[in-house]
């Protein structure tokens, strides 16, 4: 029988199955083995075969689906490993916020460096606009400028104040979405807001320290009453990047990628190299300066390591 994971706790995943049913399932002792690089062999939005055991009666999963895309980030617990964040996605929406809590271009960046590695195509979401003054406004106005240049959708919303919220819900209907962003920034509001049936648990303003608040522990995904499903996910501290080489960084930046081959020589690492496209694009202003720096920072932050 196939099934779509929902959620994963570590030893017991939950399911749904063809029939429209959730289900309990455990893993098969013998696929434990495999990927032993991941925390996690099998991530929320897996497809996956479930048996009867024959001893025990309890389902367990046998098989997984070949995984159409997936994102993988460095385990919060363990850099040398990598964690699956969730599978099979058609989009990915990151919610960040310019104020309580700020979340850094940097961060956005990296995360928009993850999404073009595994091809799962990106939109930025800025919440809480109702505590924009003027200075978060215009900062707001160059992020869009800046980021629909490149070819990325950035959106404006209030939950609390209820407006850009329907814009942002019309972009999950009858879609696969992976719900990402920093602790505090309005992830479990907005699956209210489209869910209000779940009343998930959200953090209260008052204890809310900026650090280390956590609601939600695992990744879960729900199915949305219009056609679609939503996954929400812990919030997100860092976003170690997996899967990039150091010297392959730039392709998943669209600008440096649609210019580099104009560069000298073919394996221009857009430093200081003669004859360098990204640099003379960079000195034009072509290319944003914060996001040629992000470009650097991520570029020293990767490991020589491999999985
Ligand atoms: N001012 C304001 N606060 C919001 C908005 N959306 C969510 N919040 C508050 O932000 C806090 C964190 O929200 P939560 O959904 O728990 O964030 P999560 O960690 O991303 O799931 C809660 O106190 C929410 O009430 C908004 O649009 N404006
Ligand atoms: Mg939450
Ligand atoms: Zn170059």
Redesign the pocket.
Known sequence: MQATVYRSTGSWYILKNTEGEFINARLKGKLKLKGITSTNPIAVGDIVEVDAEALEGNLVISKIYERRNYINRVSPHNKNKHHIVASNLDQSLL?ATLK?PKTSFGFIDRFLVTSEAYKVPAIIVF?????FTEKEMLKFDLAKKNYEAIGYKIML?????NEGTQAVKDLLKNKITLLS????????????FVLPALD??????SN?SGKG????TFAQMYDLPFGGTII?TP?IREMGIVDVPKNELAQYFPEMRAIMNDCKFNNCQHFNEPGCAVKVALNNAIISEERYLSYLSIKDSIEVVSF
Request: glycine share 10%.
């Open positions: 919610f309580d919440n809480k606009a109702d505590l919303m209030s939950i609390e104040k962003g920093h602790s505090g920034v309005g992830k479990s509001t907005f699956i209210n998930l648990k959200t953090i209260e303003v809310w608040m956590h609601t939600t929400d919030g």
